[in-house]
Protein backbone atom coordinates (compact mmCIF):
# COMPACT_ATOMS: atom_id res chain seq x y z
CA UNK A 1 0.00 0.00 0.00
CA UNK A 2 0.85 3.29 -1.11
CA UNK A 3 0.28 4.74 2.75
CA UNK A 4 2.95 3.36 4.72
CA UNK A 5 6.10 5.53 5.34
CA UNK A 6 8.89 3.84 3.91
CA UNK A 7 8.95 0.09 5.44
CA UNK A 8 7.42 -2.56 3.72
CA UNK A 9 3.50 -3.12 3.91
CA UNK A 10 2.29 -5.04 7.20
CA UNK A 11 1.91 -9.39 6.35
CA UNK A 12 -1.64 -9.78 6.41
CA UNK A 13 -2.28 -13.13 6.47
CA UNK A 14 -4.89 -14.59 4.47
CA UNK A 15 -8.54 -15.15 5.41
CA UNK A 16 -8.65 -18.44 7.41
CA UNK A 17 -10.86 -20.95 5.23
CA UNK A 18 -14.49 -21.36 6.58
CA UNK A 19 -14.58 -25.02 7.68
CA UNK A 20 -18.44 -26.16 7.02
CA UNK A 21 -18.09 -30.14 8.56
CA UNK A 22 -20.95 -31.39 6.76
CA UNK A 23 -20.94 -34.55 8.19
CA UNK A 24 -22.60 -32.86 11.85
CA UNK A 25 -24.82 -30.83 9.73
CA UNK A 26 -25.97 -34.46 8.67
CA UNK A 27 -26.30 -35.92 11.93
CA UNK A 28 -28.09 -33.32 13.24
CA UNK A 29 -31.05 -33.64 10.75
CA UNK A 30 -31.37 -37.38 11.41
CA UNK A 31 -34.90 -38.66 10.95
CA UNK A 32 -36.07 -41.29 13.46
CA UNK A 33 -39.80 -42.46 11.72
CA UNK A 34 -42.65 -41.50 14.52
CA UNK A 35 -43.49 -45.28 14.87
CA UNK A 36 -40.49 -45.94 17.01
CA UNK A 37 -41.17 -44.11 19.56
CA UNK A 38 -43.06 -46.31 22.16
CA UNK A 39 -46.41 -44.48 23.70
CA UNK A 40 -46.93 -43.61 27.43
CA UNK A 41 -48.79 -46.55 29.13
CA UNK A 42 -47.85 -49.49 31.03
CA UNK A 43 -46.97 -51.81 28.69
CA UNK A 44 -43.57 -53.45 29.07
CA UNK A 45 -40.87 -51.95 26.81
CA UNK A 46 -39.71 -55.80 25.88
CA UNK A 47 -42.59 -55.88 23.56
CA UNK A 48 -41.58 -52.37 21.90
CA UNK A 49 -38.28 -54.16 21.96
CA UNK A 50 -39.36 -56.75 20.26
CA UNK A 51 -41.33 -55.17 17.73
CA UNK A 52 -38.21 -52.77 16.95
CA UNK A 53 -36.48 -55.72 16.46
CA UNK A 54 -38.88 -56.84 13.76
CA UNK A 55 -39.00 -53.59 12.71
CA UNK A 56 -35.35 -53.24 11.87
CA UNK A 57 -35.18 -56.77 10.18
CA UNK A 58 -38.02 -55.63 7.68
CA UNK A 59 -36.22 -52.08 7.10
CA UNK A 60 -32.64 -54.47 5.90
CA UNK A 61 -34.75 -56.33 3.45
CA UNK A 62 -37.08 -53.43 1.98
CA UNK A 63 -36.68 -49.41 1.99
CA UNK A 64 -38.98 -47.33 3.66
CA UNK A 65 -38.09 -43.52 2.85
CA UNK A 66 -38.40 -40.81 4.58
CA UNK A 67 -41.43 -39.19 4.58
CA UNK A 68 -43.90 -37.02 6.31
CA UNK A 69 -47.65 -35.79 6.21
CA UNK A 70 -48.06 -33.85 3.33
CA UNK A 71 -45.83 -36.01 1.15
CA UNK A 72 -47.26 -37.68 -2.38
CA UNK A 73 -46.24 -41.03 -2.14
CA UNK A 74 -46.70 -43.61 -5.05
CA UNK A 75 -47.05 -47.27 -3.36
CA UNK A 76 -47.13 -50.69 -5.55
CA UNK A 77 -49.01 -53.64 -3.39
CA UNK A 78 -48.75 -56.88 -4.25
CA UNK A 79 -52.42 -58.19 -5.77
CA UNK A 80 -53.22 -61.34 -6.90
CA UNK A 81 -56.37 -60.03 -8.97
CA UNK A 82 -54.82 -57.86 -10.92
CA UNK A 83 -53.13 -58.86 -14.25
CA UNK A 84 -49.28 -57.67 -13.43
CA UNK A 85 -49.89 -59.38 -9.94
CA UNK A 86 -49.31 -55.79 -8.43
CA UNK A 87 -51.23 -52.39 -8.22
CA UNK A 88 -49.93 -48.64 -7.94
CA UNK A 89 -51.47 -46.04 -6.36
CA UNK A 90 -50.50 -42.35 -5.80
CA UNK A 91 -51.42 -40.06 -3.14
CA UNK A 92 -50.89 -37.96 -0.92
CA UNK A 93 -50.17 -38.69 2.80
CA UNK A 94 -52.50 -37.22 4.90
CA UNK A 95 -52.09 -39.40 8.34
CA UNK A 96 -49.24 -41.02 9.71
CA UNK A 97 -50.58 -43.79 12.83
CA UNK A 98 -49.93 -46.50 14.87
CA UNK A 99 -46.96 -47.44 16.49
CA UNK A 100 -44.74 -50.03 15.82
CA UNK A 101 -45.56 -52.38 13.22
CA UNK A 102 -49.19 -52.19 12.77
CA UNK A 103 -47.61 -48.39 11.79
CA UNK A 104 -49.96 -47.03 8.99
CA UNK A 105 -50.09 -44.40 6.65
CA UNK A 106 -53.46 -43.27 4.55
CA UNK A 107 -53.11 -41.85 1.05
CA UNK A 108 -55.78 -39.64 -0.78
CA UNK A 109 -56.44 -38.83 -4.10
CA UNK A 110 -59.27 -37.62 -6.12
CA UNK A 111 -59.92 -40.47 -9.12
CA UNK A 112 -62.56 -39.55 -11.61
CA UNK A 113 -64.09 -37.60 -9.12
CA UNK A 114 -64.48 -40.06 -6.73
CA UNK A 115 -62.25 -39.33 -3.62
CA UNK A 116 -59.96 -42.43 -2.60
CA UNK A 117 -58.19 -43.18 0.68
CA UNK A 118 -56.34 -45.68 1.29
CA UNK A 119 -54.83 -47.05 4.30
CA UNK A 120 -51.36 -48.99 3.93
CA UNK A 121 -49.26 -50.35 6.48
CA UNK A 122 -45.39 -49.99 6.63
CA UNK A 123 -44.47 -53.06 7.89
CA UNK A 124 -46.59 -55.58 5.64
CA UNK A 125 -44.93 -57.42 3.27
CA UNK A 126 -47.40 -56.98 0.37
CA UNK A 127 -46.00 -53.50 -0.22
CA UNK A 128 -43.36 -54.00 -2.86
CA UNK A 129 -42.16 -50.79 -3.67
CA UNK A 130 -42.84 -46.78 -1.69
CA UNK A 131 -41.55 -43.80 -3.81
CA UNK A 132 -41.74 -40.51 -2.51
CA UNK A 133 -42.71 -38.43 -5.80
CA UNK A 134 -42.93 -34.81 -3.90
CA UNK A 135 -41.23 -34.06 -0.69
CA UNK A 136 -43.11 -31.22 0.97
CA UNK A 137 -44.48 -30.64 4.75
CA UNK A 138 -47.67 -28.79 5.41
CA UNK A 139 -48.76 -26.70 8.23
CA UNK A 140 -50.42 -29.64 10.23
CA UNK A 141 -49.52 -33.12 11.49
CA UNK A 142 -53.12 -34.00 10.17
CA UNK A 143 -54.54 -33.25 7.01
CA UNK A 144 -57.98 -35.02 7.39
CA UNK A 145 -59.82 -32.01 6.45
CA UNK A 146 -58.72 -32.66 2.99
CA UNK A 147 -62.29 -34.42 3.24
CA UNK A 148 -64.47 -31.09 3.35
CA UNK A 149 -61.44 -29.09 1.52
CA UNK A 150 -62.36 -28.48 -2.61
CA UNK A 151 -61.45 -31.68 -4.35
CA UNK A 152 -58.40 -29.70 -6.68
CA UNK A 153 -56.50 -29.87 -3.47
CA UNK A 154 -56.45 -33.42 -3.30
CA UNK A 155 -55.88 -34.37 -7.08
CA UNK A 156 -52.79 -35.54 -8.11
CA UNK A 157 -51.81 -36.94 -11.32
CA UNK A 158 -51.18 -40.35 -11.15
CA UNK A 159 -48.45 -40.87 -13.39
CA UNK A 160 -46.27 -38.00 -12.42
CA UNK A 161 -42.82 -38.14 -12.47
CA UNK A 162 -40.87 -37.65 -8.86
CA UNK A 163 -39.61 -33.82 -8.56
CA UNK A 164 -35.68 -34.50 -8.09
CA UNK A 165 -34.38 -33.33 -5.07
CA UNK A 166 -31.32 -32.23 -3.40
CA UNK A 167 -29.96 -34.53 -0.88
CA UNK A 168 -29.03 -33.43 2.93
CA UNK A 169 -31.51 -29.90 1.79
CA UNK A 170 -34.22 -28.87 4.48
CA UNK A 171 -37.96 -30.08 3.94
CA UNK A 172 -40.25 -27.23 2.36
CA UNK A 173 -42.92 -26.51 4.32
CA UNK A 174 -46.21 -25.29 1.93
CA UNK A 175 -47.78 -22.83 3.82
CA UNK A 176 -50.90 -23.22 1.96
CA UNK A 177 -54.20 -22.39 3.27
CA UNK A 178 -56.65 -24.69 1.99
CA UNK A 179 -60.23 -23.66 0.49
CA UNK A 180 -63.26 -25.46 1.86
CA UNK A 181 -66.71 -26.79 0.56
CA UNK A 182 -69.40 -24.97 2.53
CA UNK A 183 -70.20 -26.97 5.88
CA UNK A 184 -71.62 -29.11 7.31
CA UNK A 185 -67.97 -30.65 7.57
CA UNK A 186 -67.15 -33.92 8.74
CA UNK A 187 -65.30 -32.71 11.97
CA UNK A 188 -65.98 -28.90 13.18
CA UNK A 189 -62.55 -28.33 11.83
CA UNK A 190 -62.47 -24.33 13.05
CA UNK A 191 -62.64 -25.60 16.73
CA UNK A 192 -59.42 -24.79 18.91
CA UNK A 193 -58.66 -28.90 19.96
CA UNK A 194 -57.53 -29.60 16.32
CA UNK A 195 -55.73 -26.43 15.85
CA UNK A 196 -55.11 -26.35 12.42
CA UNK A 197 -53.70 -23.61 10.44
CA UNK A 198 -53.69 -24.96 6.95
CA UNK A 199 -57.31 -23.77 6.04
CA UNK A 200 -58.30 -20.54 4.50
CA UNK A 201 -61.44 -20.10 6.87
CA UNK A 202 -64.03 -18.29 5.09
CA UNK A 203 -66.23 -18.28 7.79
CA UNK A 204 -68.11 -15.22 9.64
CA UNK A 205 -66.36 -13.59 12.78
CA UNK A 206 -69.00 -14.47 15.64
CA UNK A 207 -68.72 -18.59 13.86
CA UNK A 208 -65.04 -18.08 14.36
CA UNK A 209 -65.40 -16.49 18.09
CA UNK A 210 -68.08 -18.92 18.80
CA UNK A 211 -65.70 -21.61 18.24
CA UNK A 212 -63.39 -19.94 20.29
CA UNK A 213 -65.76 -20.77 23.30
CA UNK A 214 -64.28 -24.47 23.26
CA UNK A 215 -60.78 -23.49 23.38
CA UNK A 216 -59.00 -25.01 26.83
CA UNK A 217 -56.10 -22.68 27.70
CA UNK A 218 -55.14 -24.29 30.56
CA UNK A 219 -54.02 -27.67 28.76
CA UNK A 220 -51.12 -25.80 27.78
CA UNK A 221 -50.06 -25.54 31.23
CA UNK A 222 -50.83 -29.30 32.00
CA UNK A 223 -47.87 -30.63 32.81
CA UNK A 224 -48.42 -34.07 33.43
CA UNK A 225 -49.68 -34.19 29.88
CA UNK A 226 -46.19 -33.33 28.32
CA UNK A 227 -44.25 -36.58 26.72
CA UNK A 228 -40.71 -35.94 26.94
CA UNK A 229 -39.65 -38.20 24.07
CA UNK A 230 -35.52 -36.99 23.93
CA UNK A 231 -33.75 -39.67 25.94
CA UNK A 232 -36.11 -42.38 24.00
CA UNK A 233 -35.22 -41.04 21.04
CA UNK A 234 -31.76 -40.91 21.66
CA UNK A 235 -31.63 -44.44 22.40
CA UNK A 236 -33.60 -45.58 19.80
CA UNK A 237 -31.50 -43.89 17.37
CA UNK A 238 -28.34 -45.71 18.77
CA UNK A 239 -29.62 -48.80 18.45
CA UNK A 240 -31.37 -48.20 15.05
CA UNK A 241 -27.86 -46.81 13.58
CA UNK A 242 -26.20 -50.01 15.74
CA UNK A 243 -28.48 -52.32 14.30
CA UNK A 244 -28.94 -51.46 10.48
CA UNK A 245 -24.74 -51.43 10.24
CA UNK A 246 -24.40 -54.59 10.74
CA UNK B 1 -76.67 -55.29 34.49
CA UNK B 2 -74.53 -54.29 37.17
CA UNK B 3 -74.01 -50.82 36.73
CA UNK B 4 -72.19 -50.19 39.74
CA UNK B 5 -69.23 -52.38 38.48
CA UNK B 6 -68.85 -51.16 35.14
CA UNK B 7 -68.97 -47.34 36.76
CA UNK B 8 -66.12 -48.31 39.20
CA UNK B 9 -63.42 -48.94 36.36
CA UNK B 10 -61.95 -46.57 34.39
CA UNK B 11 -59.39 -48.63 31.78
CA UNK B 12 -56.22 -47.33 32.28
CA UNK B 13 -57.39 -43.64 33.16
CA UNK B 14 -54.18 -42.03 35.47
CA UNK B 15 -56.17 -38.02 36.44
CA UNK B 16 -58.36 -37.76 39.53
CA UNK B 17 -61.93 -36.29 39.07
CA UNK B 18 -61.31 -33.52 41.57
CA UNK B 19 -63.17 -30.48 41.87
CA UNK B 20 -66.35 -29.08 39.77
CA UNK B 21 -64.40 -29.43 35.97
CA UNK B 22 -61.49 -29.82 34.69
CA UNK B 23 -60.05 -26.13 34.77
CA UNK B 24 -61.76 -26.36 38.38
CA UNK B 25 -59.21 -29.64 39.53
CA UNK B 26 -56.17 -27.67 38.09
CA UNK B 27 -57.29 -24.46 40.02
CA UNK B 28 -57.55 -26.30 42.99
CA UNK B 29 -54.24 -28.07 42.34
CA UNK B 30 -52.41 -24.66 41.66
CA UNK B 31 -53.50 -24.00 44.89
CA UNK B 32 -51.84 -26.36 46.69
CA UNK B 33 -48.92 -26.26 44.75
CA UNK B 34 -48.40 -22.47 46.03
CA UNK B 35 -49.16 -23.53 49.15
CA UNK B 36 -46.42 -26.12 49.03
CA UNK B 37 -44.00 -24.01 47.99
CA UNK B 38 -44.83 -21.01 50.03
CA UNK B 39 -44.86 -23.26 53.74
CA UNK B 40 -43.00 -26.33 52.51
CA UNK B 41 -45.13 -28.92 54.71
CA UNK B 42 -48.97 -28.86 54.48
CA UNK B 43 -52.02 -31.19 55.29
CA UNK B 44 -54.58 -32.02 52.92
CA UNK B 45 -56.78 -34.98 51.48
CA UNK B 46 -54.77 -37.88 50.19
CA UNK B 47 -55.96 -37.67 46.94
CA UNK B 48 -55.39 -34.07 46.86
CA UNK B 49 -51.69 -34.59 47.87
CA UNK B 50 -51.21 -37.57 45.43
CA UNK B 51 -52.53 -35.73 42.29
CA UNK B 52 -50.40 -32.75 43.16
CA UNK B 53 -47.03 -34.16 43.87
CA UNK B 54 -46.44 -34.69 40.30
CA UNK B 55 -47.43 -31.67 39.66
CA UNK B 56 -44.97 -29.79 42.06
CA UNK B 57 -42.06 -32.42 41.35
CA UNK B 58 -42.69 -31.17 37.32
CA UNK B 59 -42.92 -27.59 38.45
CA UNK B 60 -39.31 -27.77 40.20
CA UNK B 61 -37.69 -29.64 36.84
CA UNK B 62 -39.19 -26.29 35.15
CA UNK B 63 -37.36 -24.04 37.57
CA UNK B 64 -34.32 -26.46 37.43
CA UNK B 65 -33.99 -24.89 33.54
CA UNK B 66 -33.02 -21.50 34.86
CA UNK B 67 -35.74 -17.99 35.18
CA UNK B 68 -33.86 -17.40 32.32
CA UNK B 69 -36.22 -20.08 29.98
CA UNK B 70 -38.87 -18.39 28.34
CA UNK B 71 -41.26 -21.34 29.13
CA UNK B 72 -40.08 -21.61 32.79
CA UNK B 73 -41.24 -18.68 33.76
CA UNK B 74 -44.67 -18.61 31.74
CA UNK B 75 -45.08 -22.39 33.64
CA UNK B 76 -44.02 -20.74 37.19
CA UNK B 77 -46.05 -17.82 36.67
CA UNK B 78 -49.20 -19.81 36.30
CA UNK B 79 -48.84 -22.45 38.90
CA UNK B 80 -48.00 -20.01 41.28
CA UNK B 81 -50.95 -17.65 42.43
CA UNK B 82 -48.65 -15.33 44.69
CA UNK B 83 -46.25 -13.81 42.61
CA UNK B 84 -43.18 -13.78 45.10
CA UNK B 85 -43.07 -17.17 45.39
CA UNK B 86 -41.71 -17.36 41.80
CA UNK B 87 -38.57 -15.62 43.17
CA UNK B 88 -38.34 -18.17 45.76
CA UNK B 89 -38.88 -21.28 43.36
CA UNK B 90 -36.28 -20.19 41.26
CA UNK B 91 -33.66 -18.97 43.62
CA UNK B 92 -33.95 -20.87 46.91
CA UNK B 93 -36.26 -24.75 45.49
CA UNK B 94 -34.56 -24.49 42.42
CA UNK B 95 -30.52 -24.30 43.66
CA UNK B 96 -31.95 -27.04 46.60
CA UNK B 97 -33.00 -29.70 44.74
CA UNK B 98 -30.27 -29.08 41.67
CA UNK B 99 -28.34 -31.95 43.03
CA UNK B 100 -31.27 -34.04 42.60
CA UNK B 101 -32.53 -36.06 39.83
CA UNK B 102 -35.89 -36.45 41.43
CA UNK B 103 -38.20 -36.92 44.20
CA UNK B 104 -38.31 -33.52 45.54
CA UNK B 105 -41.25 -34.16 47.97
CA UNK B 106 -42.62 -36.92 50.42
CA UNK B 107 -46.08 -37.93 50.85
CA UNK B 108 -47.18 -39.71 54.39
CA UNK B 109 -50.47 -40.76 56.09
CA UNK B 110 -51.72 -39.21 59.02
CA UNK B 111 -54.90 -40.55 60.54
CA UNK B 112 -58.40 -39.38 59.28
CA UNK B 113 -60.14 -35.76 59.38
CA UNK B 114 -62.16 -35.34 62.87
CA UNK B 115 -64.94 -33.76 60.94
CA UNK B 116 -68.00 -35.63 59.24
CA UNK B 117 -66.51 -37.24 56.23
CA UNK B 118 -63.66 -39.07 58.17
CA UNK B 119 -61.32 -38.11 54.67
CA UNK B 120 -57.91 -40.06 54.29
CA UNK B 121 -55.32 -36.86 55.15
CA UNK B 122 -51.76 -37.17 54.08
CA UNK B 123 -49.29 -34.62 54.78
CA UNK B 124 -46.79 -33.25 51.89
CA UNK B 125 -43.46 -31.76 52.31
CA UNK B 126 -40.22 -30.57 50.27
CA UNK B 127 -37.27 -32.58 51.38
CA UNK B 128 -34.84 -30.38 52.81
CA UNK B 129 -36.79 -28.26 54.68
CA UNK B 130 -36.23 -26.03 58.03
CA UNK B 131 -39.17 -27.63 59.90
CA UNK B 132 -39.00 -30.31 62.30
CA UNK B 133 -38.49 -33.67 60.59
CA UNK B 134 -42.14 -35.78 60.76
CA UNK B 135 -40.18 -38.89 61.09
CA UNK B 136 -37.63 -40.24 63.38
CA UNK B 137 -35.33 -43.15 61.81
CA UNK B 138 -35.37 -45.66 64.92
CA UNK B 139 -32.24 -47.57 65.50
CA UNK B 140 -33.33 -51.54 65.63
CA UNK B 141 -33.68 -52.54 69.23
CA UNK B 142 -30.99 -55.02 70.88
CA UNK B 143 -33.06 -57.93 70.31
CA UNK B 144 -33.06 -58.54 66.84
CA UNK B 145 -31.36 -61.43 65.34
CA UNK B 146 -29.22 -59.58 63.81
CA UNK B 147 -27.88 -57.30 66.55
CA UNK B 148 -27.62 -60.26 68.59
CA UNK B 149 -25.33 -62.18 66.86
CA UNK B 150 -23.08 -58.83 66.20
CA UNK B 151 -22.77 -58.28 69.96
CA UNK B 152 -21.96 -62.35 70.34
CA UNK B 153 -18.97 -61.33 67.57
CA UNK B 154 -17.90 -58.10 69.44
CA UNK B 155 -17.83 -60.27 72.26
CA UNK B 156 -15.64 -62.96 71.06
CA UNK B 157 -13.67 -60.39 69.71
CA UNK B 158 -12.67 -58.69 73.06
CA UNK B 159 -11.97 -62.44 74.94
CA UNK B 160 -9.79 -63.12 72.02
CA UNK B 161 -8.30 -59.60 72.37
CA UNK B 162 -8.04 -60.30 75.63
CA UNK B 163 -6.41 -63.52 75.67
Known amino acids: RVSSDGKPPKFQPPPKPVIIDRKTQKEERRFLSPEFIPPRGRTDPLKYYIERKDMIQRRKVFNIPEFYVGHVLAVTTADPYASDKSKRFVGICIQRGGKGLGATFVLRNVIEDQGVEICYELYSPRIQAIEVLKLEKRLDENLMYLRDALPEYSTFDVNMKPVPRMEHEEIPVNKLQVRMKPKPWSKRWERPKYNIKGIKFELPEHKMKAAQKWSQPWLEFDMLREYDTSKIEEKIRKELSEELEK | ?163
Do not use: C
Open chain 2, 1 to 163: MRLSVAAAISHGRVYRRLGLSPRSRLDLLRNLVTALVRHERIETPWARADEMRGYAERLIDYAKRGDKDERAMRMADFWLTEKDLIHKLFKVLAPRFQPHPGGYTRLLQIPNRDGLDRAKMAVIELKGNPLPPLVRPRRDSDKTLLNQLLKGYRQDAQRAAAA
